[in-house]
């Protein structure tokens, strides 16, 4: 096994956050905003169309312009503003008040008249302030909590992640055989994900969970979410526990399966929202023949982690653990509407595809992605996503049990 038992809990990531310094900024202070240490890069008086490579907040290696730097500076700056409001609540309301009993963001229809008023209180002013952003140094045990991971881990002796890791030790399954397969191209430009400690970190939080849930086992898709995962909570227990409540809470069933039936559900899901929430951009991209899986289809199982921006995403995140997989089509059909007129114009299936992936690749400021995806696409509640997935289910098990008799057929011939 790889390191002791406190080299595991404590990772030693071996990087340093690092931001560009385009213009002068507040030192960080309490505010929880991303370190000052700065990028050695281009300077500030070059022209804007220049292109210059820079580390984000979370060490991937960014290439961009002097616009997009100073959006993220921009975007930084507002960060630290937003800490300054947690903290000031932790100061009137308590440390750790974000941590009390909140109402459960997957469950609809509660009666607001049964609720405590602190509690519906402190749910709503979370849930207001989780869309604006999580200070960075309050994520980890934020997310723990919003997303049940820390009651779940609650419910096994506390030391059953290193249990696991020791008793998986040297055992080879297809799952671990793929995963040892991946790990090497998961993020490799990444300073610390592409180490022997990061990648061994990686390895073990998701040959664990392999083992945990052997109906899952493993999936392309959850090295990245798993990578991201590591690099938020600092821990690989706490990544271990973010990544179960992920897979058996948030997200719908049977998305990282051997038949990826819950994927398919979800694209699904997708198009029939596409065409009532951007009916321009579905009946164009209908007539194109253009299939909105052909994109979509890797946001959902990344989580848009390979897509966006790394600072993007994590905002993107903040509100998936707190309200739920509808944020994730929030987000994808925020995605198209605001680039609607620009797809409308497109008459090649290529066009669309690149469209879409320089939007994603540079959307920089969250605040313009979660804005549109709350306040313009239109209230999606989960019990109607999840009315949709039902209406979907039969179709899509039909066509993956007519692929898998023609697969069989194969066989027989042979």
């Known amino acids: 096994m790889f390191g002791t038992q406190a080299q595991r809990r404590e990772l030693s990531n ?10 002068p900024t507040a030192a960080r202070g309490g505010s929880g905003g991303p370190p000052t240490n700065t990028a050695t890069t281009t300077r500030a008086k070059e022209p804007p169309s220049l292109s210059v490579k820079f580390q984000d907040l979370y ?13 993220l ?20 309301k308590g440390a750790n008040w974000y ?22 209180a402190n749910t ?24 049940g991971a820390a009651k779940k881990r609650s419910t096994v002796p506390e030391s059953y992640y290193d249990e696991l890791i020791r008793a998986i030790d040297g055992k080879v399954t297809p799952a671990t055989l793929q995963i040892d397969h991946d790990i090497p191209r998961t993020f490799p430009s990444h300073p610390w994900l592409d180490t022997p400690e990061g990648q ?27 990578a991201f995962l590591l690099l938020v909570m600092k821990t690989e227990e706490d990544a271990f526990w973010m990544l179960a409540v992920l897979l058996e809470n948030v997200l719908v069933n049977d998305c990282y399966t051997d038949n990826l039936s819950g994927c398919h559900v979800e694209q699904r899901v997708f198009k029939d929202l596409l ?19 052909l994109v979509t289809t890797e946001w959902f199982l990344c989580l848009f982690s390979k897509s966006l921006p790394s600072e993007t995403t994590m905002r993107v995140w903040d509100v998936l653990f707190n309200e739920g997989a509808k944020v994730l089509f929030h987000v994808a059909l925020a995605i198209f509407k605001m680039k609607e007129e620009e797809l409308l114009n497109t008459h090649q299936i ?8 320089t939007t994603t690749h540079h959307l920089y400021d969250p605040d313009e992605l979660l804005t549109v995806a709350f306040d313009k696409i239109g209230s999606m509640t989960t019990n109607t996503i999840t009315k949709e997935r039902k209406k979907q289910e039969p179709a899509v098990m039909a066509e993956l049990g007519q692929r898998l008799r023609r697969l069989n057929s194969l066989k027989d011939e042979k």
């Not at 941590?99 to 519906?120: F, T």
């Not at 140094?137 to 997303?147: A, E, F, G, T």
């Not at 290529?350 to 992936?357: A, K, T």
């Open 275 to 293: 065409a009532k929430k951007c009916p321009r951009i579905a009946v164009h991209l209908d007539s194109m023949d253009f299939d909105v899986s």
């Open 59 to 71: 060490g991937f290696t960014v290439e961009g312009n002097i616009d997009d730097v100073n959006v």
């Open 200 to 226: 061994a970190s990686l390895r073990r939080v998701l040959v664990g969970y392999s083992f945990r849930d052997s109906d899952v086992g493993y999936c392309q898709g959850l090295n990245y979410v798993a």
């Open 14 to 23: 071996g990087f340093t956050f690092q931001r560009p310094n385009w213009r």
């Open 99 to 120: 941590l009390q009993p909140q109402i459960s963001s997957l469950v609809e229809g509660i009666s607001v008249g049964s609720l405590k008023l602190s509690v519906l």
């Open 350 to 357: 290529g066009d669309v595809i690149d469209i879409l992936q």
């Open 73 to 92: 500076n921009e975007v930084r700056e507002k960060v630290r503003q937003q800490g300054r409001v947690w903290w000031a609540l932790e100061a009137s």
């Open 124 to 147: 709503i002013s979370l849930r207001r302030l989780i869309r604006k952003g999580i200070p960075p140094v309050l994520r980890p045990k934020v997310w723990l909590s919003v997303s």
